[in-house]
């Protein structure tokens, strides 16, 4: 007879840090070799600040590249999967980023390394 | 025989570089394309970080200049060429001089503001520049929106013009972060009800008292400082400006209102001074400053014998900056000559 576990109020709080040395960091060299803009990034954030999908969602292709370059990369088809593809943050970023290749780049590559079923882009 | 050396271009860099080599025993002409010389400093009302005035800095830089000086205004250099061990420089007006030395002191200009139309210079009236800024504090009228009220909120844009490759200017400026502080705080002094913005990329404090000013513009002024880099700005139908941009460090696309806002415009190499490096065949950098023979150990000297630079027409500088680099420049020159 299987004894139900007693629940005495305490729960384990899972750690929080990025844990770098054990994340993925395939995905960002697969994604720097196919679109090498991506080493550019300085954070300035004007792609997301002229985000259409950004202001209705939590989408924010700043935090895509930081996550991807710390190697967080669970979640990051989710993530990936709200942008339109509109391209206007190409047209705004000062460091000349291909970000409309790099989303589909890092789409690519996920769907390669993890083999999931992303069907987020329409990638010919 | 005393050495003549020509100077081209009459702001604080070619002002304390003839002041320089008139000190160290030099003849010079000091060349320059306006009716009067000071360059930008004319425009500018206080410096970073002490808010000397720009009248004072010009007054005392002048003072430096006597009697070994020509001044040759209203002169623009047309033609410069080395012939044998000399040089011979003319002007559009026929002026000519022989010279055992040329300094470059031609300097920056300002970029200009409309190329950045997505953030609406020249097309909202509440937007302006800097170097608009520092011309109204200098007139010392009220400061105002140009529908004339007094602005409850002024934001300032750091980085317009640089760090940018779509305006092709990859190189930071240096000057602009703490100019903003600068204006903030003159703001804030003008306007104590009003509330100041700046919206920043990095903030480069690397001058001394550079960050004590950015502490007080936090401590005594409540400056606020949100880190995003503008995407766009937009007019309300009150002519108020909506900004763009992304709070970084919340991680959370930001709108915000304001009265005023202020684009901190960049350094671009002066047309002149590209004009000139071509003239000379110096080396063309992709930024458009004249590159020195050794940016560390001879930033004065050029790849040319007897061509110098000195100021920002080998990159950005401060008014401090500069002073010191025309100096040093005349050492240069003068190592030269007496060899």
């Not at chain 2, 002094?189 to 007080?216: I, N, S, T, W």
Request: aromatic share 6%.
């Amino acid at each position: 007879m299987e004894k139900k576990a007693k629940n005495f109020g305490y729960t384990i709080t899972r750690d929080r840090q990025i844990d770098f040395d054990a994340n993925n960091h395939d995905i960002c060299k697969i994604v720097a070799k196919a679109e090498p803009t991506l080493n550019l990034c300085i954070s300035c954030g004007t792609c997301a600040a002229t985000c259409t999908a950004g202001q209705f969602t939590d989408f924010s292709l700043r935090q895509v590249i930081l996550l991807l370059r710390r190697g967080e990369t669970n979640g990051l088809a989710k993530e990936i999967s709200k942008c339109m593809l509109c391209g206007k943050c190409q047209l705004v970023c000062p460091r000349n980023v291909s970000t409309r290749n790099l989303i589909i780049q890092i789409s690519k590559a996920l769907y390669d390394n993890n083999k999931l079923d992303l069907k987020l882009v329409n990638v010919k | 025989m005393v050495k003549h050396v020509v100077v081209i271009g009459g702001g604080p860099a070619g002002l304390e570089t003839s002041a320089s080599l008139s000190k160290l025993g030099f003849h010079v002409t000091l060349v320059e394309k306006e009716e009067v010389t000071g360059g930008h400093l004319n425009k500018w009302h206080a410096l970073f970080p002490t808010l000397l005035s720009g009248k004072d800095a010009l007054e005392t830089i002048t003072k430096g200049l006597n009697g070994n000086i020509k001044i040759q205004t209203a002169t623009k250099v047309t033609s410069l060429e080395a012939v044998n061990d000399y040089f011979t420089i003319s002007g559009h007006n026929g002026w000519q001089e022989k010279a055992d030395a040329v300094v470059l002191t031609t300097g920056f200009q300002l970029f200009d503001s409309h190329r950045k139309e997505e953030y609406g210079y020249g097309i909202y009236e509440n937007v302006i520049t800097s170097a608009d800024l520092e011309e109204l504090f200098a007139s010392e009228k009220e400061l105002v929106t140009r529908h004339g009220n007094k602005p409850e909120r002024v934001g300032f844009v750091h980085c317009v013009g640089s760090r940018d490759e779509k305006v092709n200017n990859l190189h930071c400026s240096k000057v602009c972060c703490i100019t903003a502080v600068k204006q903030a705080i003159e703001v804030k002094q003008m306007l104590p009800d009003a509330e100041v913005f700046c919206f920043y990329m990095d903030l480069r404090m690397f001058g001394r008292h550079y960050e004590e000013l950015y502490k007080e513009a936090q401590e005594k002024y409540n400056i606020q400082f949100i880190r995003g880099r503008l995407s766009e700005s937009t007019e309300d139908k009150d002519g108020n400006i909506v900004v763009k941009v992304e709070d970084t460090l919340l991680g959370k696309p930001l709108r915000i209102k304001v009265g005023l806002l202020v684009l901190m415009a960049g350094m671009e190499p002066a047309a002149d001074t590209k004009s000139l490096a071509n003239m000379l065949g110096l080396k063309n950098v992709s930024d458009g400053f004249i590159q020195p023979l050794d940016e560390i150990l001879r930033s004065n000297c050029t790849e040319i014998p007897g061509v110098f630079v000195a100021g920002t027409c080998s990159g950005p500088k401060s008014v401090s900056d500069t002073v010191a680099d025309a100096r040093s420049a005349a050492l240069a020159v003068a190592d030269f000559l007496k060899v």
